[in-house]
């Protein structure tokens, strides 16, 4: 029998799956206009070598921020509504912001050991980046500690890259996300 948290659960997944598709609905639309655009007569050597440049890359890359940002903003509101699921047991932390502000109400009403806790590290190193995208535009030389992020990106350069001075998710870092809060969320609905 299916119980109200299983239903949660699903809804959850489901909303963040529709995320994940949406991703990977519009990467297929600059693969394929990426196509079209390299085998056209009417566009130029140099307009190919633009467009092939904006859909490999610099697309895609905007892509993958605009996703992640909405995973966060999914992230936050999973735990907001876990929060009032609960009656609003705990006082959150209003000094904080994001997934901070949570942060009592999952380790002392909830009981999770964050510390040891590998998805809540991962969405924690994200912090980190959705901060540096939202209050620097991803440039990390204008962020007050610089050398968190720079540290990170040294830890996990298979999940996140710097070019230019600005920090961008990999493939492989936004699907450790999307799978990071999927858990996360799952046990934090379960816990409730």
Same mark, same amino acid.
């Given at each position: 029998?299916?119980?109200?948290?299983?239903?949660?659960?699903?809804?959850?997944?489901?909303?963040?799956?529709?995320?994940?598709?949406?991703?990977?609905?519009?990467?297929?639309?600059?693969?394929?206009?990426?196509?079209?655009?390299?085998?056209?007569?009417?566009?130029?050597?140099?307009?190919?070598?633009?467009?092939?440049?904006?859909?490999?890359? $610099?697309?895609?890359?905007?892509?993958?921020?605009? @996703?992640? *940002?909405?995973?966060?903003? &999914?992230?936050? #509101?999973? /735990?907001?509504?876990?929060?009032?699921?609960?009656?609003?047991?705990?006082?959150?932390?209003?000094?904080?912001?994001?997934?901070?502000?949570?942060?009592?109400?999952?380790?002392?009403?909830?009981?999770?050991?964050?510390?040891?806790?590998?998805?809540?590290?991962?969405?924690?190193?994200?912090?980190?980046?959705? $901060?540096?995208?939202?209050?620097?535009?991803?440039? @990390?030389? *204008?962020?007050?500690?610089? &050398?968190?992020? #720079?540290? /990170?990106?040294?830890?996990?350069?298979d999940y996140f890259e710097m070019e230019h001075?600005?920090?961008?998710?990999?493939?492989?870092?936004?699907?450790?996300?999307?799978?990071?809060?999927?858990?996360?969320?799952?046990?934090?609905?379960?816990?409730?």
């Amino acid at each position: 029998m299916t119980t109200k948290k299983d239903l949660a659960v699903a809804f959850m997944h489901n909303n963040l799956n529709q995320l994940t598709g949406f991703h990977n609905h519009v990467h297929g639309f600059f693969n394929d206009n990426l196509k079209d655009s390299q085998l056209s007569e009417e566009i130029n050597q140099h307009q190919k070598n633009f467009l092939k440049r904006e859909y490999e890359i $610099n697309l895609p890359n905007q892509l993958r921020k605009s @996703v992640f *940002l909405m995973m966060f903003g &999914h992230l936050e #509101e999973c /735990l907001h509504l876990s929060w009032l699921a609960s009656g609003e047991p705990i006082q959150l932390n209003k000094s904080e912001f994001g997934i901070a502000k949570y942060k009592p109400f999952v380790r002392d009403h909830l009981g999770f050991n964050l510390g040891s806790d590998s998805d809540w590290a991962y969405i924690q190193e994200c912090q980190l980046i959705r $901060n540096a995208i939202i209050h620097a535009a991803g440039r @990390v030389s *204008l962020l007050k500690k610089p &050398h968190e992020v #720079e540290s /990170l990106l040294k830890q996990r350069s298979d999940y996140f890259e710097m070019e230019h001075d600005r920090v961008y998710l990999t493939n492989t870092g936004i699907s450790a996300f999307q799978k990071s809060i999927a858990r996360f969320t799952e046990r934090v609905e379960r816990a409730i």
